[in-house]
């Protein structure tokens, strides 16, 4: 009998509702704390849905140039946490399509296509469905970036689950692959749980706080390894596969274990705001799927907890983890998907709207056009604000050297798609379309918002430019994929 297919969204469950997502981490040089040094920091988010169709734009629809006050309503987390003056949009963004893939462009049909060629700026591979053609932008930062921190890139994903239970969308949920120790380009697939998050980052950490580290060493002690914690269901895969995939997963335990001794012997080093985090505790529990094309009456259907894990829970740690981690300069890169790619999450707990991201987006909300734009507009303020949220957190922050963590940093939140001609159906005004799309950039380094925040025109312009532009503004001169470009504009 041959051996079992393991689907590829694959995870290992353990005590508590502990998993690990599979491969995990690699190790690299130890770390050593830099007191007194300054290094720059770049964070890309990433929201899985369009933010226009049917000829509105709920983002972009704004006068080009500085905000003034005046943001649209997807935008408005930038005036309630004052960060309006150093974030821009850049809008007019286009991923080019063709049945004959163009340079840094995707095929016709969009869902699993758009952001693997936004993330890299290589066109997409037909032969490598759902998966990453090049290495993202996170790990190209990296290469500069990360030198010897502990982890040279956080990735996360504050949606745990697909949700939608009759197809698989053909996305595992990741959009960040680098180039490996043999030369090979590997996908990395994020953590979604808020506990591993946290214990990846600070167990072993022992804060200077005389509680603190109290209650720091009572956790250690009552600490059980990660790797233990699943270690029944990790033998239960490895006597399932073959002896090359037993190999590289036993490397990864390994590289797991090694850096969990690692963490063990480090300290918090001397910056003025590090600190760790209280303890998260246990992940909210992962709701059940949704099926968006059953029940008589569609508004009722999801007005339940179905589709919906907490993510407001889960993005907040994951935004405090980030903020500290990039303090503590445990890291200095960040991958976080607030959603999928095609997001089926239910909105109902969060908004107050019966149905899911994807169905808005489509126009399955509420009684007509005016309602289905506000509800886009809102889903896509929630995404913002997160991303906002970190933005103040950094600003708010004082760097090694007394000046703002912000002044140090780059920041972009990356859109699935945006809305215009799809090649796939022909129609026009399509949200199955990379015409006219946004970007928001955050952050002062290397130039960044010299002026005010604001909206920057770039129209044509691939989106790999926009993360290009930040790149280089934290000291990273490579490009990504197929673009060389750079966007005028968001560097004084």
């Known amino acids: 009998m041959g051996r079992r297919r393991i689907g590829?969204?694959?995870?290992?469950?353990?005590?508590?509702?502990?998993?690990?997502?599979?491969?995990?981490?690699?190790?690299?040089?130890?770390?050593?704390?830099?007191?007194?040094?300054?290094?720059?920091?770049?964070?890309?988010m990433f929201a899985g849905f369009s933010i226009g169709s049917y000829g509105n734009d709920q983002i972009a629809n704004a006068p080009a140039g500085p905000w003034n006050g005046q943001v649209t309503r997807a935008l408005l987390p930038l005036l309630d946490y004052g960060v309006d003056d150093v974030v821009s949009l850049v809008s007019g963004l286009e991923i080019p399509v063709g049945t004959d893939i163009p340079a840094a462009g995707r095929p016709a049909n969009f869902h699993s296509t758009s952001h693997q060629v936004l993330a890299t700026g290589q066109r997409f591979d037909p032969f490598n469905y759902g998966q990453l053609p090049g290495p993202s932008s996170d790990w190209v930062a990296a290469s500069v970036l990360a030198q010897d921190t502990p982890q040279p890139v956080l990735t996360y994903r504050a949606q745990p689950s697909f949700y939608r239970v009759d197809f698989d969308g053909g996305t595992d949920g990741t959009i960040?692959?680098?180039?490996?120790?043999?030369?090979?380009?590997?996908?990395?697939?994020?953590?979604?749980?808020?506990?591993?998050?946290?214990?990846?980052?600070?167990?072993?950490?022992?804060?200077?706080?005389?509680?603190?580290?109290?209650?720091?060493t009572r956790m250690l002690e009552m600490r059980k390894s990660v790797v233990d914690l699943v270690s029944e269901d990790a033998q239960s895969l490895l006597s399932r596969l073959g002896r090359e995939d037993e190999i590289r997963m036993q490397r990864h335990f390994d590289e797991l274990r090694a850096l969990e001794s690692r963490l063990d012997e480090l300290?918090?080093?001397?910056?003025?705001?590090?600190?760790?985090?209280?303890?998260?505790?246990?992940?909210?529990?992962?709701?059940?799927?949704?099926?968006?094309?059953?029940?008589?009456?569609?508004?009722?259907?999801?007005?339940?907890?179905?589709?919906?894990?907490?993510?407001?829970?889960?993005?907040?740690?994951?935004?405090?983890?980030?903020?500290?981690?990039?303090?503590?300069?445990?890291?200095?890169?960040?991958?976080?998907?607030?959603?999928?790619?095609?997001?089926?999450?239910?909105?109902?707990?969060?908004?107050?709207?019966?149905?899911?991201?994807?169905?808005?987006?489509?126009?399955?909300?509420?009684?007509?056009?005016?309602?289905m734009q506000d509800a886009l507009a809102d889903c896509a303020a929630w995404h913002v604000k997160h991303f906002a949220r970190l933005v103040d957190k950094l600003r708010d922050t004082e760097d090694f050297d007394g000046t703002s963590m912000l002044d140090n940093t780059g920041l972009v939140l990356a859109f699935e798609g945006g809305w215009g001609f799809d090649l796939e159906s022909g129609g026009n005004s399509s949200p199955h379309s990379t015409e006219n799309m946004v970007m928001l950039v955050g952050g002062r380094a290397g130039g960044l918002h010299a002026s005010p925040g604001g909206h920057v025109p770039a129209q044509g312009s691939h989106p790999a430019a926009v993360l290009n532009t930040v790149l280089s503004a934290v000291g990273v001169d490579e490009t990504l994929g197929e673009v060389p470009d750079l966007v005028d504009g968001l560097i004084g």
Do not use: K
């Not at 508590?16 to 920091?41: K, M, V």
């Not at 506990?195 to 804060?207: K, T």
């Not at 009456?297 to 179905?306: K, P, Q, R, T, V």
């Open 8 to 44: 590829r969204r694959r995870f290992l469950r353990g005590i508590g509702g502990t998993t690990l997502a599979l491969p995990f981490l690699e190790i690299f040089a130890p770390h050593t704390a830099r007191a007194g040094s300054i290094a720059n920091r770049y964070s890309f």
């Open 176 to 216: 960040s692959a680098r180039i490996n120790d043999e030369g090979q380009l590997e996908q990395v697939p994020p953590i979604t749980s808020p506990r591993l998050a946290f214990e990846s980052l600070f167990e072993g950490f022992v804060p200077p706080d005389p509680a603190e580290a109290l209650e720091a």
């Open 267 to 371: 300290e918090l080093p001397d910056a003025p705001a590090c600190q760790m985090l209280r303890h998260p505790g246990d992940d909210p529990p992962i709701g059940d799927g949704i099926d968006p094309s059953g029940g008589a009456d569609y508004n009722s259907y999801y007005e339940n907890a179905n589709g919906y894990s907490d993510e407001e829970l889960r993005a907040t740690v994951m935004t405090d983890l980030i903020h500290m981690a990039f303090t503590c300069d445990i890291s200095r890169v960040s991958s976080f998907m607030l959603t999928f790619a095609q997001c089926f999450m239910n909105m109902y707990t969060l908004l107050d709207l019966p149905s899911d991201l994807h169905e808005i987006t489509h126009g399955s909300i509420g009684s007509g056009e005016a309602d």
